[in-house]
């Protein structure tokens, strides 16, 4: 396997971006996911999959989500990942590395108070939004209209990046979907276990 690719948003010392730093966020997000990348970033699922079918759209390339059913890509050796079960064969997959995440995330590095610097996002870093309270294991109607506000407000200049503080604070919810969320995880790790044999430390 080659290292992972080096592909960052960049640096900035404020917080005022608007909707035209929006706008080249997007174009650099695109760069991201030409060829192989879009298939692994599709299957990541997510606010990944949602920002990437958004992008995907806003330029007419929907059908290229169509690739994802064919398999890995012809780079998979140099830039996958290895799936190695207890038993059998091992397996080969399309991944984005850490700063491609970021990219497609909108994520800045921002220097702070003294020359110290954090993450700022336009959208939640993948690590955020995994066992979130909206991550539910797939897209509800309640993340879309949470995404569909969120973007509304970033195109009218309403909208400000994040720290991980502040992404943590808007991805809560109630404490009785918190707990909707996690007896749908126990109950389908039993489901897996019974009928398939599976593990969730196998996967």
Same mark, same amino acid.
């Given at each position: 396997?080659?290292?992972?690719?080096?592909?960052?948003?960049?640096?900035?010392? %404020?917080?005022?971006?608007? =909707?035209?730093?929006?706008?080249? &966020?997007?174009?650099?997000?695109?760069?991201?996911?030409?060829?192989?990348?879009?298939?692994?970033?599709?299957? !990541?699922?997510?606010?990944?999959?949602?920002?990437?079918?958004?992008?995907?759209?806003?330029?007419?390339? *929907?059908?290229?989500?169509?690739?994802? =059913?064919?398999?890995?890509?012809?780079?998979?050796?140099? &830039?996958?990942? *290895?799936?190695?079960?207890?038993?059998?064969?091992? &397996?080969?997959?399309? %991944?984005?590395?850490?700063?491609?995440?970021?990219?497609?995330?909108?994520? &800045? %590095?921002?220097?702070?108070?003294?020359?110290?610097?954090?993450?700022?996002?336009?959208?939640?870093?993948?690590?955020?939004?995994?066992?979130?309270?909206?991550?539910?294991?797939?897209?509800?109607?309640?993340?879309?209209?949470?995404?569909?506000?969120?973007?509304?407000?970033?195109?009218?200049?309403?909208?400000?990046?994040?720290?991980?503080?502040?992404?943590?604070?808007?991805? !809560?919810?109630? =404490?009785?979907?918190?707990?909707?969320?996690?007896?749908?995880?126990?109950?389908?790790?039993?489901?897996?276990?019974?009928?398939?044999?599976?593990?969730?430390?196998?996967?």
């Amino acid at each position: 396997m080659l290292p992972d690719l080096h592909i960052v948003l960049g640096w900035r010392h %404020k917080n005022n971006l608007n =909707r035209y730093d929006y706008m080249t &966020y997007e174009e650099r997000a695109r760069t991201v996911l030409r060829g192989p990348r879009v298939r692994a970033a599709l299957q !990541r699922g997510g606010i990944v999959w949602r920002l990437t079918m958004e992008l995907l759209r806003e330029t007419g390339d *929907v059908g290229t989500a169509l690739g994802v =059913r064919l398999g890995p890509s012809e780079v998979v050796n140099d &830039y996958g990942t *290895v799936f190695r079960p207890r038993r059998g064969d091992d &397996y080969l997959d399309d %991944k984005l590395s850490p700063d491609e995440l970021d990219v497609i995330c909108g994520v &800045y %590095k921002v220097t702070i108070n003294a020359g110290q610097t954090e993450d700022r996002s336009w959208w939640p870093k993948e690590t955020h939004w995994r066992g979130s309270h909206m991550d539910h294991g797939f897209w509800t109607p309640w993340c879309e209209t949470w995404f569909r506000k969120r973007l509304l407000m970033i195109r009218s200049d309403q909208a400000a990046i994040y720290n991980s503080r502040s992404w943590s604070d808007n991805l !809560r919810m109630s =404490r009785k979907g918190f707990l909707f969320h996690k007896n749908l995880e126990l109950a389908s790790t039993n489901w897996l276990t019974e009928h398939y044999k599976v593990r969730v430390e196998d996967m």
